[in-house]
């Protein structure tokens, strides 16, 4: 089988939060000579963004502002920039500047109002909530910050009146109800706190981890240790392993004492950034959960689950010397830590530091089920470095590890599968990619992976097309799996239908070597010699791995071999788990 795209695949982060990093650039973009003007600081500006350095960026930009310190749209391009690159003070300077001129600014009045708010200034914050034009999210953030002021100042009718405009709140119910049950704990009121966490968990806040973390932590200091199970137990089911999600399953097992409400108003108004930066998150939309988690740390600057967040989101914008330096912040006795180590050693690995990120990874390796994260990242690593028989050893020990099986797991036998497929033992690689598709419930990678090895070595055919075809209904934009569809028709003698799909996956793909050179194949079998000479020059252009370049060399050279004719067992078969 060819080399696919799946080496590319990373399984530790999937089984801890969900996140792959890719390539590792620890360098900062190299400083300019000071650009002339305007438009050259501009200019350098977007420059910087478009290579991810956020903070020179943001140096530019207020190096414009120099030239024109009165353009609010440069304000406000260098505020967002400064927020979201995690430069909160500077942020709030660009933010008085911008306020003098457009007084009613939502973005800069709220930021204005939690930086009071931080400072105990509450009268000033209300002052900047007062003038600020209401957007839909600053009419959510708004009576949050008002409640935890009022909380502050002792003004029970004030608390009152802002939990009422909380409950009206139909946008982000599930934040709002979890500020409402946090004031409620806080006075003593459990009957309105188990209220509130129940409308909360209506609205779907039991699928959002802020709002799990904080309900089981209520039932826990309640003393309902089954109601705090279940919840637990739930969310650890259905999404992936979170560490303060185990770490509450352990208190419960151990009868530890629960954690304590914060009653610090700073650490409540930053678990609501917090939560509004997950829903954020949630929606892909990175840029705002950025600058929300930002606040949080702002406000709770020791938070270790917004500093994982921001990491995190550094990482799949590509900005990863901000990532890299962020997981190092996480200090060995908080619950982020052995993922933030993790994903250190995947950053390591990509800047070829190899043997220092398998060390990181041995160093957070405690022989027990906890490893099966670090394990799985080490086996990753060993497989992007072609080094399967020691990824199938990493695999088979995270595999071992599994108490209880469940459907996440399928990522582990999905990898094993590859690396042993990569070494030749077709026989327990279709195993594992069996088992890989009966726990995911046919995850369409898993399906094209299976299908397209079948279908590469000739056998099973129609089975590999068909499920290479539901692989495709799940992710019809998918161009591999468009290409793995044409693959089969290919083999199967089916070349004008083969020729249709292989041409949708080179435009889906335009530059993968792999979907050039099955073009190439079809359009010589169709007599189209020529052209298929050119899509094998092509593909040679693309960078193939090593062992697929003699093949289509030889093929520039003498064209393909006549096909043999396929036997009934080749059509059918497959083995089972």
């Known amino acids: 089988m060819k080399l696919r795209h799946y080496l590319l695949i990373g399984l530790a982060g999937s089984l801890l939060i969900g996140v792959a990093l890719g390539a590792l650039v620890l360098s900062r973009t190299p400083h300019f000579v000071r650009p002339p003007g305007l438009a050259g600081s501009y200019l350098a500006a977007q420059f910087a963004m478009n290579t991810n350095d956020l903070a020179q960026a943001g140096d530019f930009l207020e190096l414009a502002l120099e030239t024109d310190p009165r353009d609010t749209d440069l304000l406000q391009n260098a505020m967002r920039t400064r927020l979201v690159g995690g430069q909160v003070p500077q942020a709030v300077a660009i933010a008085r500047r911008l306020i003098e001129q457009i007084p ?55 608390v009152q009146a802002t939990m009422s405009q909380l409950r009206r709140t139909a946008a982000f119910t599930p934040i709002s109800m979890l500020q409402v049950a946090h004031a409620m704990e806080l006075s003593g009121d459990l009957t309105g706190a188990d209220q509130a966490y129940e409308t909360g968990a209506r609205a779907g806040g039991v699928s959002y981890f802020f709002f799990v973390k ?71 939309r990175l840029e705002l959960a950025l600058a929300y988690a930002h606040l949080a740390l702002f406000l709770q600057p020791e938070s270790d689950i917004a500093m994982f967040m921001t990491a995190e989101i550094f990482g799949r914008n590509q900005r990863w010397s901000a990532a890299h330096d962020r997981f190092a912040l996480i200090a060995p006795e908080q619950a982020m ?30 022989d027990t089920a906890e490893d099966i994260q670090a394990l799985a990242a080490l086996g990753d690593m060993l497989r992007f470095r072609f080094r399967f028989e020691e990824a199938e050893q990493a695999y088979d020990k995270a595999i071992g590890l599994i108490e209880r099986e469940r459907a996440m797991h399928w990522h582990l036998y999905f990898a094993r599968g590859i690396a042993r497929e990569r070494q030749g033992n077709w026989i327990m690689a279709e195993v594992d990619l069996q088992k890989a598709r009966q726990l995911s419930g046919d995850e369409p990678h898993v399906l094209n992976y299976l299908g397209y090895s079948w279908i590469d070595q000739g056998i099973y055919l129609q089975e590999g097309l068909a499920i290479i075809e539901l692989a495709v209904r799940k992710e019809p934009s998918n161009g591999f799996f468009v290409d793995s569809l044409g693959w089969a028709h290919f083999r199967l003698g089916q070349h004008d239908k083969a020729l249709e799909y292989l041409e949708h996956a080179s435009r889906l793909e335009p530059t993968d070597p792999v979907i050039t050179d099955h073009l190439g194949d079809v359009l010589w079998r169709l007599g189209r010699e020529v052209e298929a000479r050119y899509q094998w020059r092509k593909a040679l252009a693309f960078d193939p791995v090593d062992e697929d370049v003699t093949k289509i060399e030889n093929k520039i050279v003498t064209g393909l071999d006549s096909l043999p004719e396929l036997s009934p067992e080749e059509l059918t078969g497959g083995t089972e788990i």
């Not at 509450?122 to 910050?145: Q, V």
């Not at 008002?146 to 009718?157: E, F, P, T």
Request: aromatic share 8%.
């Open 337 to 366: 830590y052995r993922g933030a180590q993790i994903k250190r050693a995947e950053m390591l690995n990509e800047a070829d530091a190899v043997e220092e990120a398998i060390s990181v990874l041995y160093a957070v390796m405690t």
């Open 214 to 284: 904080a309900y089981g932590a209520y039932l826990e200091r309640k003393g309902d240790a089954v109601g705090a199970r279940k919840l637990y137990q739930v969310y650890h089911e259905t999404h992936l392993s979170h560490p303060h999600i185990l770490a509450g399953l352990a208190r419960l097992e151990a009868s530890a004492p629960a954690p304590e409400l914060p009653r610090v108003v700073n650490e409540q108004m930053a678990y609501a950034f917090f939560a509004v930066a997950e829903v954020m998150e949630r929606e892909n």
């Open 104 to 158: 009613a600014n939502q973005q800069a009045g709220l930021l204005l109002a939690i930086n009071s708010f931080a400072a105990g200034r509450f009268a000033r914050a209300g002052h900047y909530l007062d003038k600020m034009n209401k957007g839909p999210m600053a009419r959510l953030l708004e009576p949050n910050i008002r409640l935890w002021m009022a909380v502050a100042k002792a003004r029970d009718a004030e």
